[in-house]
């Protein structure tokens, strides 16, 4: 099996982004005819990087190549992280897996690529006008879920559950109907030693530890039941909490 190449990108949803990152990865693979391309989302959509990595967990090899600029040392930190906790979930052994160069450790390729995209014609004209006093309607979502992206929270996992929380969200389509949800990521939320942490309202129930699973069982019960999970919620007070095991 040939190394596995997985072009990270930040986020979409939408189909046509979905066909345009198709349309890279083909593009590099005809280039690296020695490299299998994928491609994945790091902040929202799917497949995500966890999906992509269970997906060829018996290639040799899995190099991690952002496409985002400008090149934060964060993101690779990030990265590191979510692999670290992906392998450690695993049943038997893990491919090498590293994280290749920014896209501005290439700047005259790079330079060459902004000069041709520059010069291309443009794909829509703005027209600079006042804009429309469109009317706007009111959601009728039963729940409101925040996911909190603060330091501690981001280094116990954050960005996956946020990245598994948007996807089922956009695949069972629960931004729509009064059983649904909307969901932002936040600053800290406040008990930085359950991370990860979230809060669902109008309940304003914290939850903290939070797996995949967990999150799954939030949405099925609280979410669209309306029926706090209470062996993954903490309640609020002065008295310090230490993180349990359900």
Sequence with gaps: MKPVLILLAKAAIAAPAHADMQRIADTVASALPQWQVAWAFGEQGAPTLRNQLDAYALAPQIRVLPLSLPAEPASVNAIARSVQRWAKGREGPAPIVDVAPPLS?????????????????????????????????????????????????????????WQHLRARQEREKLRHGPAGMMSCKTSCLGPCAL???????????????????????IIDQHVIDGDPVHAWSYAPGRKKQQLRKP
């Design 195 to 217: 991370g990860p942490v979230l809060q669902v309202w109008p309940e304003g129930t914290y939850y903290g530890g939070i797996t995949l699973d967990a999150l799954d069982q």
């Design 105 to 161: 450790g290439a700047l005259p390729a790079l330079a060459g690529a902004i000069a041709a995209a520059a010069g291309m014609p443009a794909v829509r004209t703005l027209a600079v006008s006042a804009l429309p006093n469109d009317a706007a309607q009111v959601p009728e979502h039963r729940a409101r879920v925040l996911v909190c992206s603060g330091g501690p929270c981001m280094n116990a996992g954050a960005a996956e559950v």
